[in-house]
């Protein structure tokens, strides 16, 4: 997905989104060599690249009896 913004500067930027597919789960290094090449391939033309990693994690804590309490907490990494 691309999406074009201003910035400050008056200057468009790109944003792209890399998702993993619904149902599938990565640890936040496993994703990143799991998309590599897709990325390589989408930042290439470009002369500037600025990334940022943001990720909603899902924490299962066990609760009393059997029930099962999900946390759920989204990151996002510094440029």
């Known amino acids: 997905m691309k999406k074009?913004?201003?910035s400050?500067?008056?200057?468009?930027?790109?944003?792209h989104t890399i998702k993993a597919s619904k149902n599938q789960t990565f640890?936040?290094?496993?994703?990143?060599?799991?998309?590599?090449?897709?990325?390589?391939?989408?930042?290439?033309?470009?002369?500037?690249?600025?990334?940022?990693q943001r990720t909603r994690?899902?924490?299962a804590?066990?609760?009393?009896?059997?029930?099962t309490i999900v946390e759920v907490r989204n990151v996002q990494s510094k440029t």
């Open 4 to 6: 074009a913004k201003k």
């Open 8 to 15: 400050a500067l008056k200057v468009s930027a790109t944003q």
């Open 27 to 52: 640890d936040p290094k496993t994703f990143l060599v799991a998309v590599k090449q897709k990325a390589l391939e989408k930042f290439k033309p470009q002369t500037k690249v600025r990334i940022v």
């Open 57 to 59: 994690m899902e924490y």
């Open 61 to 67: 804590v066990p609760a009393a009896g059997d029930k």
